[in-house]
């Protein structure tokens, strides 16, 4: 079956820091891949998604590349603020999957001025 | 579009009360999830939808059920709440199978 691992949290950066949340998985067919962030007191929110090999999915600074050879989705930002501190999921969707998507563990990222 | 929306934000409960948590979206999708997040755990599925009249169970589907009467709809129904479903719990759509989800910001339950 489908499965995804998430580095393990919790991650503490300075303000301007380089920040790298580690994703591999596991996936039977040919996923699409997504990183998905959670404020404090809301939902998931998609951030950005890749859907096939080689394809590099990025938004509001943060970047994620498909690496279908090592099977990882590595969430990646040049220089964190203070409002990125959340919680960041690694998750994966197939044809396959009707609809659902399976989710990493979550990576609580704190920013510190 | 008002995305995906669920009531009650927060509610309490006391062990043997039953329930349902409101589901809805305005977006036209087939797809519609139920999940549960507890610290530590991430997120488990309890139940999903391929599309109006079909349903099915997730991974933790004991002591709750679900029904899709129609595309927008897709309310969580607790039979006799216990102090194990303390929880927050999140109803997510998508478009397509292999698809984004879109997630309501939540209903918190505390059961007592």
């Known amino acids: 079956g489908n499965s995804v691992t998430q580095m393990e949290g919790p991650v503490t950066l300075s303000e301007e820091a380089f920040l790298t949340i580690n994703c591999t998985y596991t996936?039977?067919?040919?996923?699409?891949l997504f990183w998905y962030v959670q404020y404090p007191g809301e939902g998931l929110q998609l951030l950005l998604k890749?859907?096939?090999?080689?394809d590099k999915g990025s938004n509001k600074g943060f970047e994620a590349t498909y690496r279908k050879e090592t099977t990882s989705f590595h969430l990646e930002k040049g220089s964190v603020q203070v409002s990125d501190s959340a919680v960041y999921f690694c998750?994966?969707?197939?044809?396959?999957?009707?609809?659902?998507?399976?989710f990493g563990d979550g990576t609580t990222l704190t920013v510190k001025p | 579009n008002a995305g995906v929306t669920q009531t009650p934000k927060f509610q309490v409960l006391k062990t043997g009360q039953s329930m349902t948590l409101q589901c809805a979206q305005d977006?036209?999708?087939?797809?519609m999830s139920w999940y549960r997040q507890d610290p530590g755990m991430g997120l488990r599925l309890i139940h999903y939808?391929?599309?109006?009249?079909?349903?099915d169970q997730g991974e933790v589907p004991n002591g709750y059920n679900v029904s899709r009467s129609t595309t927008e709809d897709f309310p969580l129904r607790l039979l006799s709440a216990a102090p194990s479903q303390t929880s927050v719990y999140f109803c997510?759509?998508?478009?397509?199978?292999?698809?984004?989800?879109?997630f309501g910001p939540g209903t918190r339950l505390l059961v007592l």
């Open positions: 997510a759509s998508s478009l397509d199978s292999g698809g984004a989800q879109y």
């Open positions: 996936a039977t067919g040919y996923p699409s």
């Open positions: 890749a859907t096939k090999a080689d």
């Open positions: 998750a994966l969707s197939d044809l396959s999957n009707a609809g659902k998507s399976t």
């Open positions: 977006m036209n999708h087939e797809y």
């Open positions: 939808s391929v599309g109006a009249g079909i349903t």
